[in-house]
T-cell receptor, first 114, second 113 residues
Framework: NAGVTQTPKFQVLKTGQSMTLQCAQD?????MSWYRQDPGMGLRLIHY???????DQGEVPNGYNVSRSTTEDFPLRLLSAAPSQTSVYFC?????????????FGSGTQLSVL | RKEVEQDPGPFNVPEGATVAFNCTYS??????FFWYRQDCRKEPKLLMS???SGNEDGRFTAQLNRASQYISLLIRDSKLSDSATYLC??????????????FGRGTQLTVWP
């Protein structure tokens, strides 16, 4: 069991470039999500999904797109990167339907937009 | 107003000390509560869930006060390895399909020898 795998670990982009952050989990979790973490701001939810074909917006969705074509994968797309998107990004997943279910995190992607 | 508020600290305590963190949440419909631990530049990891009756896991005790809408974490006999940031997490959903979790900013703890 690899758990939640995020790639890449580090990325530098120029303003206006596009890229996709990859997230995969092998635990058959229905719920997957993307967070960004900025100093002094805590973790903020970008987008989440409760199953294949279902996605919804979180607190800070602007500038990001997601899709969920399979249970395992939940990529995050930056269509036109901006310096304000410089942050650490975490993908997380968990089972649905159980009280106090643990959230499993990937190891994070440090993104810098110049 | 943020969904979850935490005192960011930092808390600097000597080994063996007892330290307590508090966290308040704004939505009275919140159902599930957690404490996560995050080491520097690492991903958050679940420390413990918080139940209405309170729960204990070794040196760690979590309490929930629904009337006042706050959660606490008590660490007894602090170890150097307890140095980390502690995140308070609240969910509106009890295992439903929505599953949104709200994170506090985190409370930084440093335990010194």
């Amino acid at each position: 069991n690899a758990g939640v795998t995020q790639t890449p670990k580090f990325q530098v982009l120029k303003t206006g470039q596009s890229m996709t952050l990859q997230c995969a989990q092998d635990m058959n979790h229905e719920y997957m999500s993307w967070y960004r973490q900025d100093p002094g701001m805590g973790l903020r939810l970008i987008h989440y999904s409760v199953g294949a074909g279902i996605t919804d917006q979180g607190e800070v969705p602007n500038g990001y797109n997601v899709s969920r074509s399979t249970t395992e994968d939940f990529p995050l797309r930056l269509l036109s990167a901006a310096p304000s998107q410089t942050s650490v990004y975490f993908c997380a997943s968990r089972l649905q339907g159980a009280t106090n279910e643990k959230l499993f995190f990937g190891s994070g992607t440090q993104l810098s937009v110049l | 107003r943020k969904e979850v508020e935490q005192d960011p600290g930092p808390f600097n305590v000597p080994e063996g000390a007892t330290v307590a963190f508090n966290c308040t949440y704004s939505n009275s419909a919140s159902q599930s509560f957690f404490w996560y631990r995050q080491d520097c530049r690492k991903e958050p990891k679940l420390l413990m869930s918080v139940y209405s009756s309170g729960n204990e896991d070794g040196r760690f005790t979590a309490q929930l006060n629904r009337a006042s809408q706050y959660i606490s974490l008590l660490i007894r006999d602090s170890k150097l390895s307890d140095s980390a940031t502690y995140l308070c997490v609240v969910s509106l959903d009890r295992g439903s399909t929505l599953g949104r979790l709200y994170f506090g900013r985190g409370t930084q703890l440093t335990v010194w020898p």
